[in-house]
């Protein structure tokens, strides 16, 4: 006769198990729940911004949770009128597992399809940073590791003036950046550790940026450069016809910049080309006299200052100083556009001239005609000065 199989005894033991796997399924049913009510409360807690997130998912096999519809507007102390900053489809918050075969415990932002706005009179440099610090804020609240990487995965950035006319929104689209080790994980011996990239479309042309920087340092510490080609100025009417009431019939821009910084001080350049200008078209036939004189006036002054063996326009604008103020050489841009109109045109790339190196080191070189001419009672004083 075969012996009777034991009976289940549901022990103590069995029962807090039990009661453990009931709580833990209870609290990882609630979590999303908790979590969108903590960082609603945030996102209503911030002053001068009124923001809601639709909905939190949570991953917790992998250490994560996503943060979908997301939005966070400006909010006028005065009014209460609000005016949109800064929207996602998706935010990804997790654990950079990665840094973890290097003993650090650190995490990992990726943000899909984010729009960020800046506005009109919200675009000095006190207030593009209070934005900043503010937006830091909000994303320290939550998330409770430092982050190391950051990913934005078709991303876009405004500049609108919605009280001109026509209104006015310059925008970058399709964007795709990529920071890495901004805690310093992975290389604690170079320089200048943790690398960003950038690249985005810009009106039918393209946007890059490439750069290398000390994300820990006490003063700000980069080595950068970015440019953008051929983009159509045409696309841009709305701004020149906001801001100098002409249009482009065509045209395409190009941007070369370089630029360093460490210890407090900044130095670099930017180039802007323009190739192939038209101001008067065939679609202006139907103008005004006024607005047609308007625009060949703006079409005779690009002609004078253009190279017409390259129908190009371009100049370079050094720019040095420190953080607490900036120096831009006008007189050192007039030149650089009479020298490419009337004797050579610059080259349509970034120069490599500037690097992390040549921050706060005065450049031997000749200078300008301008300054030749204009130089004055300091240069004459200057040169005395070297010869004692």
Not at 93 to 103: P, V
Not at 153 to 165: K, L, R, T
């Amino acid at each position: 006769m075969a012996k009777k199989a034991k009976k289940f005894r549901f022990t103590k033991k069995w029962k807090i198990i039990a009661a453990i796997v009931l709580v833990l399924i209870i609290f990882r049913l609630l979590l999303p729940s908790i979590l969108l009510h903590y960082c609603n409360k945030s996102l209503a807690e911030l002053q001068g911004y009124y923001g809601h997130i639709e909905d939190i998912d949570v991953s917790l096999y992998r250490g994560a949770y996503q943060i979908n519809n997301m939005y966070l507007n400006k909010v006028d102390e005065k009014t209460k009128k609000q005016t949109e900053f800064f929207r996602t489809y998706n935010i990804d918050l997790s654990i950079e597992w990665r840094a973890l075969f290097h003993g650090r415990l650190v995490g990992e932002l990726v943000f899909n399809s984010p729009k960020l706005i800046f506005t009109k009179n919200r675009t000095e440099i006190s207030d593009v940073k209070k934005d900043t610090n503010d937006f830091r804020k909000v994303l320290k609240d939550f998330m409770p590791l430092k982050v190391n990487r950051f990913e934005v995965n078709n991303g876009s950035i405004h500049y609108v003036d919605a009280g001109a006319s026509p209104k006015v929104d310059i925008h970058l689209e399709d964007a795709h950046i990529v920071a890495e080790n901004l805690k310093n994980v992975e290389d604690t011996k170079t320089e200048l550790p943790s690398p960003v990239t950038a690249t985005a479309n810009v009106y039918g042309g393209t946007f890059s940026l490439n750069m290398k920087m000390d994300a820990l340092a006490a003063h700000t510490r980069f080595d950068l450069n970015a440019e953008i080609k051929n983009a159509n100025l045409a696309q841009l009417n709305d701004f020149f016809k906001a801001y100098g009431n002409f249009d482009v019939s065509s045209g395409t821009l190009g941007l070369y910049s370089e630029f360093a910084a460490k210890n407090g001080s900044y130095k670099g350049y930017v180039k802007p080309i323009i190739n192939n200008l038209d101001i008067v078209g065939p679609e202006d036939r139907h103008d005004s006299f006024l607005h047609k004189a308007w625009e060949t006036m703006v079409g005779g002054v690009s002609d004078v200052l253009e190279n017409h063996k390259k129908d190009q326009i371009a100049t370079k604008v050094p720019i040095e100083g420190n953080f607490n103020g900036s120096h831009t050489d006008i007189l050192e841009t007039i030149w650089g556009i009479l020298k490419n109109a009337f004797i050579r045109a610059l080259i349509p790339s970034i120069d490599n001239q500037i690097n992390i190196n040549s921050v706060g080191v005065k450049e031997d070189e000749h200078k300008g005609l301008f300054h030749r001419i204009f130089g004055g009672k300091k240069d004459k004083d200057e040169k005395k000065d070297k010869k004692d």
